[in-house]
């Protein structure tokens, strides 16, 4: 905050105590309130996933809260799931007005309580399930009372009035309760106009960066499916790989084969009817998909259960080389890549493990190489196409095992893998380097919003440029 203010913003001329948890000091002339005496509070519609559909009423649930229109929600730029017309008759209550603010009323960890999304529309939108409304009585400031309510200041003393311990749950009381501080209404307008102009800005950085990092992994994919279905050298005479979805490949490859001759499918299910009370803090790991990201297994996340239960079912204990794949679920055809064991670990249910097959005491196949072919659009591409089930997705062992494929042998494999590893490490870095910078970018957009809803710099001579 101080670069903040020395960069570029000046502080107030006077301050005084704000008497308020989280927050130090407010300008000497601004005041103190309660939530409860500035908004009016509401519940969304009493509905379940179920009543969504493709057309009506436009609906924003606590999903859109959290994950896809954070800050602001406009029905002409976002899409959303509707309800039917009905609902106007039945439950006006849950009908929005441009500048109402919906609370996810549930969150699985903590610092999404307090996760909300502002109406910018006059479109007819309700509030759907798992939502608290919050309309407030003076609209003209209703931008204002969102930066206010964006401001870590805030959010903290919210976070701090929350229970639970899985899910956590924020309720009208919480909110009714909470306290606030407020200039005088001119300048209320005045911050969020100078608030509107700055975040654009920066929102406008962070979509650049964001549309980079999506280039970055379109080209990762393009580097990877182009290698390991038509190798490395461009002048190689090419033949029909008798693959549909293949083509031609590089004519020394070998005929086409299935998965299930060149490598073991095991862990058809995991571990089956292990609870959570069995995990202990020490023993064999225990990997799920919800202890890899981004293809890496996060050893620290994974629990542990006992040496006994490890060695209950030796197919699917975990070996360096191994590849793991979800095979149903929302995670369907979620990767990772066993590259190194910090223990003895095994494989918790819903994960197939891959391990390749010899012949003559030679392997089919290096485990890198097969490793980025399940990565490509191909391979992924027919897990969805294939996932079968009414309520739940999933792809069967033998479907997996009779994908088809061409593969070169293995000093080829094993050139294109550290062709590979080379290539996908240079555009990983890149990626981190924009994430890092989009994280700066958060970072500072979160410390000017406090800033200046706090009153630690003054904006009250600022002016809008003509940019």
Same mark, same amino acid.
């Given at each position: 905050m101080s670069e903040l203010k020395a960069s570029r913003y000046q502080a107030y001329p006077e301050y005084k105590d704000s008497n308020i948890d989280w927050?130090?000091?407010?300008?000497?002339?601004?005041?103190?309130?309660?939530? &409860?005496?500035?908004?009016?509070?509401?519940?969304?519609?009493?509905?379940?996933?179920?009543?969504?559909?493709?057309?009506?009423?436009?609906?924003?649930?606590?999903?859109?809260?959290?994950?896809?229109?954070g800050f602001e929600v406009n029905p002409q730029k976002h899409p959303l799931k509707c309800v039917d017309?009905?609902?106007?008759?039945?439950?006006?209550?849950?009908?929005?007005?441009?500048?109402?603010?919906?609370?996810?009323?549930?969150?699985?960890d903590i610092d999404g309580s307090g996760n909300f999304t502002q109406l910018?529309?006059?479109?007819?939108?309700?509030?759907g399930y798992h939502?608290?409304?919050?309309?407030?009585?003076?609209?003209?400031?209703s931008r204002f009372y969102a930066y206010l309510l964006d401001s870590k200041e805030?959010?903290?003393?919210?976070?701090?009035a929350v229970k639970g311990v899985k899910v956590f749950s924020i309720t009208q009381a919480i909110l009714r309760g909470v306290n606030i501080w407020l200039p005088p209404l001119k300048e209320r307008t005045q911050i969020a106009?100078?608030?509107?102009?700055?975040?654009?800005?920066?929102?406008?950085?962070?979509?650049?960066?964001?549309?980079?990092?999506?280039?970055?992994?379109?080209? &990762?994919?393009?580097?990877?499916?182009?290698?390991?279905?038509?190798?490395?050298?461009?002048?190689?005479?090419?033949?029909?790989?008798?693959?549909?979805?293949?083509?031609?490949?590089?004519?020394?490859?070998?005929?086409?084969?299935?998965?299930?001759?060149?490598?073991?499918?095991?862990?058809?299910?995991?571990?089956?009817?292990?609870?959570?009370?069995e995990y202990i803090d020490e023993g064999p790991y225990v990997v799920s998909s919800a202890h890899f990201n981004n293809h890496i297994i996060e050893w620290e996340s994974c629990p542990h259960?006992?040496?006994?239960?490890y060695e209950m079912d030796k197919n699917i204990q975990l070996s360096e080389g191994d590849i793991l794949l979800m095979k149903d679920g929302a995670a369907m055809g979620k990767l990772a890549f066993v590259d190194y064991l910090p223990g003895k670990a095994c494989l918790n249910s819903h994960l197939l493990l891959f391990r390749p097959l010899s012949l003559n005491k030679q392997y089919l196949y290096i485990p890198e190489y097969l490793y980025y072919l399940f990565q490509t659009d191909f391979f992924q591409g027919f897990i969805k196409v294939n996932g079968a089930g009414s309520t739940f997705l999933g792809i069967s062992q033998q479907a997996i095992g009779n994908y088809q494929l061409v593969i070169p042998d293995i000093n080829e494999q094993l050139m294109i893998a550290n062709h590979l590893k080379n290539v996908t490490a240079k555009i990983d870095d890149l990626v981190k380097m924009q994430r890092?910078?989009?994280?700066?970018?958060?970072?500072?957009?979160?410390?000017?919003?406090?800033?200046?809803?706090?009153?630690?710099?003054?904006?009250?001579?600022?002016?809008?440029?003509?940019?």
């Open positions: 927050l130090d000091s407010i300008p000497e002339h601004w005041t103190t309130s309660k939530l &409860r005496y500035t908004f009016s509070f509401g519940k969304g519609l009493t509905i379940t996933k179920e009543n969504l559909r493709d057309t009506g009423i436009p609906c924003v649930n606590y999903g859109e809260v959290h994950s896809k229109y017309e009905e609902y106007l008759k039945t439950s006006p209550y849950a009908l929005l007005e441009n500048g109402d603010i919906v609370f996810a009323d549930t969150s699985e910018v529309s006059d479109e007819q939108i309700f509030a939502t608290i409304i919050a309309r407030p009585f003076d609209r003209e400031c805030l959010r903290t003393q919210i976070r701090h106009s100078f608030l509107d102009h700055e975040t654009a800005k920066i929102d406008t950085l962070i979509e650049k960066q964001e549309q980079l990092i999506k280039l970055l992994k379109e080209k &990762r994919q393009a580097v990877i499916s182009h290698a390991v279905t038509k190798g490395l050298n461009p002048q190689a005479p090419m033949k029909d790989s008798g693959v549909e979805w293949l083509g031609e490949v590089p004519e020394h490859w070998e005929c086409a084969t299935k998965i299930k001759y060149i490598s073991s499918l095991k862990g058809r299910i995991g571990f089956q009817g292990l609870k959570a009370d259960v006992s040496q006994e239960r890092r910078a989009i994280n700066f970018l958060q970072e500072r957009r979160t410390a000017l919003i406090s800033a200046a809803v706090t009153g630690k710099i003054d904006v009250r001579h600022w002016e809008q440029p003509n940019d």
